[in-house]
């Protein structure tokens, strides 16, 4: 059983800090991870995607992936209020293979 | 660019009735769509995946009698849900491959209600 796990949070943090999020998979045979963010109410949005061993930098995001310990994670720096949210871990073996979601994590930046 | 639209994005429907859900990739073609439903405050499940021009494959556990899906062509596949249930009412979201694949783009979700 491919599996996905996420810390479960919920995850709070003060504006302005730095939030972590963490996700570790059970297939060694993925190859791409993504990180999706949810809004309540709201459909899943890609906000990174990461396919090397190592960081990828996006504005206030870093995606880090360390296939050898099978773990993603995700640093969300100078947290701001607007990105509370609900947060996916997805991995999956490439092409058009479907993806194994993580439960989410749920971040709150409070003001 | 990888924008995927649903529709409905809302509906209400009695009991025993069946309801269509579309969803469209716009400005790409999507060989492959995913078809996702999620209760309040849990998780996304995945019910199926679509390919254009052939069957799709259900879940464990998802009735393909009930939930019924057609990929017709590279921008379009559609969900029915047939004789819906109270217990059917839920949020059904769509994703496609985005272009190049290996990307999934959600669609914004159609929040199904059945009376």
């Known amino acids: 059983q491919k599996e996905v796990e996420q810390n479960s949070g919920p995850l709070s943090v003060p504006e302005g800090a730095i939030a972590s999020l963490n996700c570790t998979y059970s297939?060694?045979?993925?190859?791409?991870f993504f990180w999706y963010r949810q809004y309540s109410g709201k459909s899943p949005e890609l906000i990174m995607s990461?396919?090397?061993?190592g960081d990828k930098e996006d504005g206030r995001f870093t995606a880090q992936l360390n296939k050898a310990s099978q773990y993603v994670s995700l640093l969300i720096r100078d947290s701001q209020p607007s990105d509370s949210a609900t947060y996916l871990c997805?991995?999956?073996?490439?092409?058009?293979?479907?993806?194994?979601f993580g439960k989410g994590t749920k971040l709150t930046v409070n003001p | 660019g990888a924008v995927v639209s649903q529709h409905p994005s809302w509906v209400i429907c009695k009991s025993g009735t069946s309801v269509k859900i579309e969803c469209r990739s716009l400005?790409?073609?999507?060989?492959?769509m995913f078809w996702y439903r999620q209760f309040p405050k849990q998780s996304l499940m995945l019910m199926a995946t679509?390919?254009?021009?052939?069957?799709?494959?259900?879940e464990q556990g998802v009735e393909k009698d009930k939930f019924l899906i057609n990929h017709a062509s590279l921008t379009l596949s559609t969900l029915t849900v047939t004789s819906a249930h109270p217990e059917d009412s839920s949020f059904y979201i769509c994703?496609?491959?985005?272009?190049?694949?290996?990307?999934?783009?959600f669609g914004p979700g159609t929040r199904l209600t059945v009376l």
């Open positions: 679509s390919n254009e021009g052939s069957k799709a494959t259900y």
């Open positions: 994703s496609a491959d985005g272009p190049g694949a290996d990307t999934q783009y």
């Open positions: 997805a991995g999956g073996r490439g092409g058009s293979e479907k993806l194994v």
């Open positions: 400005d790409f073609q999507a060989t492959t």
């Open positions: 990461i396919y090397s061993n």
């Open positions: 297939d060694r045979g993925s190859q791409s």
